[in-house]
Antibody, heavy 120, light 107 residues
Framework: EVQLVESGGGLVQPGGSLRLSCAAS????????MHWVRQAPGKGLVWVSR????????TYADSVKGRFTISRDNAKNTLYLQMNSLRAEDTAVYHC?????????????WGQGTLVTVSS | EIVMTQSPATLSVSPGERATLSCRAS??????LAWYQQKPGQAPRLLIY???TRATGIPARFSGGGSGTEFSLTISSLQSEDFAVYYC?????????FGQGTKVEMK
């Protein structure tokens, strides 16, 4: 069974940092591109970042470029999101998601998410 | 960036009734459209990809249609477990963008 379990969320002050983790199991993690998608309270889904299967190539939404860094450890089957210079508008549930192996950047499995709250 | 607009924002339906949700793209996305279901506190679940192909394990009462800029998701006979928020996502252009969601609630 495919499982994605996020952790590392919490309350952080504006300007602070946080590192999220996503533990993957039930599939060959190293074969898949992985993404982070966030959801502000009561709002819709917004793509944040993606990383290719070997971790060499990554892409970011303009809103987080230069502040967030996505990475992965294929030996540990874990995806990460390092978030620096956090702002109030970064407050959201952060989901990791697996990109389908079929053609197209949509997501066939998601985690439940971890809540990040940026507030003083 | 392609803007996805879903309607209605909320749909009130009785169990056993048919529900039709709409999703419009600001420019053509061909058939590169996915639908997801999300229940409170849960992960989104892939329902439909390629505008009309059901994902693995999705019941036949869910069907998707459309191409270009106009898409629909139909639930033929609503079950209690279908009350949720539904999102469309285009993946024709990078970055993939989501609609704001349609909440299907019990009437």
């Amino acid at each position: 069974e495919v499982q994605l379990v996020e952790s590392g969320g919490g309350l952080v002050q504006p300007g602070g940092s946080l590192r999220l983790s996503c533990a993957a199991s039930g599939f060959s993690f190293s074969n898949y591109w992985m993404h982070w998608v966030r959801q502000a309270p009561g709002k819709g889904l917004v793509w944040v970042s993606r990383i290719n299967s070997d971790g060499i190539s990554s892409t970011y939404a303009d809103s987080v470029k230069g502040r967030f860094t996505i990475s992965r450890d294929n030996a540990k089957n874990t995806l990460y999101l390092q978030m620096n210079s956090l702002r109030a508008e970064d407050t959201a549930v952060y989901h990791c998601a697996r990109e389908t192996e079929r053609s197209g950047s949509y997501f066939d499995y998601w985690g439940q998410g971890t809540l990040v709250t940026v507030s003083s | 960036e392609i803007v996805m607009t879903q309607s209605p924002a909320t749909l009130s339906v009785s169990p056993g009734e048919r529900a039709t949700l709409s999703c419009r793209a600001s420019q053509s996305v061909s058939s590169n459209l996915a639908w997801y279901q999300q229940k409170p506190g849960q992960a989104p679940r892939l329902l439909i990809y390629g505008a009309s192909t059901r994902a693995t394990g999705i019941p036949a009462r869910f069907s998707g249609g459309g191409s270009g800029t106009e898409f629909s998701l139909t639930i033929s006979s609503l079950q209690s477990e279908d009350f949720a928020v539904y999102y469309c996502q285009q993946y024709n252009n990078w970055p993939g963008t989501f609609g704001q969601g349609t909440k299907v609630e019990m009437k």
